[in-house]
C-alpha cells in the first residue's frame, strides 16, 4: 500500500515538475531571443543636429525574452499534457496587459508602464496569450472529459467552414464591392485603404493562378514571379513605346505570359519535385537578368518611368489633360477627385480577380481540371487512365502564367513605374507562401493568407523595423496552428458516388 502511494505521489509530482529538458529548451530560446531582439530592436541609430548617435531600447529587449523563456515552458507543459498551466498563465498574461492597456488609454498610468513603445505594438502582442489561452482552454476540457469517462467526440470545424463557403464568399464579395463607399475616414486615410485593398487584390490574383500549378496540377514552381514581370513589362513597353491603350495592354500581357508559361514548361516535362523547383528558380532569376542587362528595351536597373494610368474608356482621371480631352470628372460633371482613379483601379482588379475565381472553380470541374488533381495525385496513374501529361501539365503552366501577367500589368498600372528590383526571388517565395498558408487547391483559403501576409505588413508599414518581425512571427504562428493552411480541407471536384447513407426506406440494401 505505501509503495502505490509512493508511485502515485511520484507520478503526480511528475506531471507538476519542470524537467530539465524543458529549462533547458526555454533558455535556449531565450538566448537567441535576447541575442536576436538586441541587434533588431536594442540598438537604433538617430541623427541629432547632423550628428549621428545610438539610443537603446533594452526595455523590449528584455520583455521579449521574458515572454519567450515563459512562453516555452508553457508550450512544453502544453506538449506534455498538462494544458491547466497554459491556462493559468496565458490567461494571467492576457487579463494583466489588457488592464494595463486600458487603464493607458483612460490616461490613469503613463505608457511607460506599457511593454513597449508602439501601441500597435501593445495591442498586437495581446493576440499570442489570447490564442494560447483559448487552446490550452479546449485542451483542458478535453482532458477533464476524458477523466469522467466520456466520449469526446471531435468536430470537424473545417467542414463546417467548408458548408458555409458559399455564404462566406458572398459576403465577402459584398464587402469588397461595397468598401470605397464605407466611412473609411479622410481622403488621405480612404486613398491608403484602398490603395492597400489593390495590392491585396493582387497578390489573390497571383496566389489563384500559382494555384493551379501547385495546388492543383502539384507542380512545385519557385520562378512564379518571372510571370508576373513579363506581364508587367509586357503592359509597360507597349504603353510607352507604342502608345497603345489599357484595354489592349492588359490581354497582350496575359498572352506573352502565357506564351512565356508554355516555353518553361517544355524543358520541365520529365522533372518532378526538387529538381522541377529548380529549373523553376532559375528561370524566373533568367527573366531578372534578362531585363536587367537589355538596357535598350527595358530600360536595364533603372526600369521603366511614366507608365500610363488606366483610362475610363478614353477619359482620364487627371486634373489638368491636354487640350481637346474631356477628363473624367468633366465627362461625369462631378469635382474632381484624386481618389477617383485609386478607386476605378480597385474595381478593376476586383473585376478581374472575380473572373479569374470564376474560371478556375469552373475549369475544376470539367475534364482538364480533373485532369490536373489527377496528376497531383499520381502521374503514372494518369498515363494508364490515357491522361496525356504532356498537355496537361503545358495547360497548368500557360493559364497560371496568363493570371500572372494579368497581375502585372495592374501592378504597372498602380505603380506607373516597374524595375527589376520589384521581381526578385522574394516575391516568388511569398506568393508561394500564400499558397501553402491559405491551403492547396483552396480560393478562400489564399483570399485570407493574401490579407493575412500582404494587408495587415502593408497596414503596419509605420512600424518600420517591427513589421517584417510581425510578418514572420505571423508565418510561424500560421505553420504551428494550422500546418495544413488556413482551410485545409478540400472537397472532392467530382464524386463518382453519392455519400453513404441509410436508405429512405430504412431497409439494408
Known amino acids: 500500500m505505501a509503495l502505490m502511494q509512493d508511485a502515485a505521489q511520484t507520478k503526480q509530482a511528475e506531471a507538476s515538475a519542470v524537467t530539465p529538458e524543458m529549462l533547458k529548451q526555454a533558455v535556449a530560446a531565450g538566448v537567441i531571443t535576447f541575442l536576436l531582439a538586441s541587434l533588431i530592436v536594442g540598438i537604433q541609430t538617430v541623427s541629432s543636429t547632423g550628428v549621428l548617435d545610438f539610443t537603446t531600447r533594452y526595455k523590449e529587449v528584455i520583455i521579449a525574452t521574458i515572454g519567450v523563456f515563459v512562453g516555452s515552458l508553457v508550450i ?239 477619359l482620364p482621371m487627371e486634373r489638368n489633360v491636354p487640350e481637346g480631352v474631356t477628363s473624367f470628372s468633366k465627362f461625369f460633371g462631378i469635382e474632381y477627385n484624386p481618389n477617383h482613379r485609386v478607386i476605378f483601379l480597385y474595381y478593376l482588379v476586383l473585376l478581374a480577380a472575380l473572373a479569374v475565381n470564376f474560371f478556375t472553380l469552373r475549369i475544376r470541374k470539367l475534364p482538364l481540371g480533373r485532369a490536373w488533381e489527377a496528376l497531383r495525385e499520381d502521374e503514372t496513374a494518369c498515363r494508364a487512365l490515357g491522361i496525356n501529361p504532356t498537355n496537361t501539365k503545358l495547360t497548368a503552366f500557360a493559364i497560371g502564367a496568363m493570371f500572372g501577367g494579368f497581375a502585372g500589368s495592374f501592378f504597372a498600372v498602380r505603380n506607373a513605374f516597374i524595375s527589376p528590383e520589384s521581381f526578385v526571388f522574394l516575391e516568388s517565395a511569398i506568393i508561394l507562401a500564400i499558397v501553402v498558408l491559405g491551403g492547396l487547391g483552396s480560393q478562400v483559403g489564399i483570399v485570407l493568407a493574401a490579407t493575412v501576409l500582404i494587408g495587415l505588413p502593408e497596414m503596419f508599414r509605420e512600424l518600420s523595423e517591427y513589421r517584417m518581425l510581425a510578418f514572420g512571427i505571423g508565418m510561424v504562428l500560421i505553420m504551428i496552428w494550422k500546418p495544413g493552411g488556413l482551410l485545409a480541407h478540400r472537397e472532392p471536384t467530382i464524386r463518382l458516388h453519392p455519400a453513404a447513407g441509410p436508405p429512405p426506406d430504412g431497409k439494408k440494401k
Open 76 to 314: 512544453s507543459q502544453i506538449r506534455a499534457g498538462r494544458p491547466q498551466i497554459g491556462v493559468i498563465v496565458a490567461g494571467g498574461v492576457s487579463v494583466l496587459l489588457l488592464l494595463l492597456l486600458l487603464v493607458q488609454e483612460w490616461g490613469v498610468i503613463p505608457r511607460a508602464f506599457l511593454p513597449f513603445n508602439s501601441m500597435i505594438i501593445n495591442w498586437g502582442s495581446l493576440i499570442i496569450p489570447v490564442a494560447i489561452f483559448l487552446r490550452t482552454t479546449q485542451e483542458t476540457r478535453k482532458l477533464r472529459a476524458q477523466a469522467r469517462g466520456e466520449v469526446v467526440v471531435s468536430k470537424n470545424v473545417a467542414e463546417a467552414i467548408q458548408r458555409a463557403m458559399p455564404y462566406i464568399g458572398a459576403g465577402m464579395i459584398i464587402l469588397a464591392v461595397a468598401l470605397p463607399w464605407l466611412p473609411l475616414g479622410d481622403r488621405t486615410q480612404e486613398k491608403k485603404i484602398i490603395d492597400i485593398c489593390t495590392i491585396v487584390l493582387t497578390y489573390i490574383m497571383l496566389g489563384w493562378g500559382l494555384n493551379i500549378v501547385v495546388g492543383l496540377a502539384g507542380l512545385l514552381d519557385l520562378g512564379y514571379v518571372a510571370f508576373y514581370a513579363v506581364g508587367a513589362y509586357t503592359y509597360a513597353m507597349a504603353s510607352v513605346y507604342l502608345g497603345w491603350s489599357f484595354w489592349i495592354c492588359l490581354p497582350l500581357a496575359g498572352l506573352l505570359a502565357a506564351t512565356f508559361g508554355v516555353l518553361l514548361g517544355f524543358p520541365v516535362l520529365r522533372l518532378r519535385g526538387d529538381y522541377l523547383a529548380i529549373v523553376t528558380l532559375g528561370f524566373g532569376e533568367m527573366i531578372r537578368i534578362i531585363i536587367v542587362n537589355w538596357r535598350s528595351l527595358t530600360g536595364g536597373p533603372n526600369g521603366i518611368n511614366k507608365v500610363p494610368r488606366a483610362s475610363f474608356f478614353g
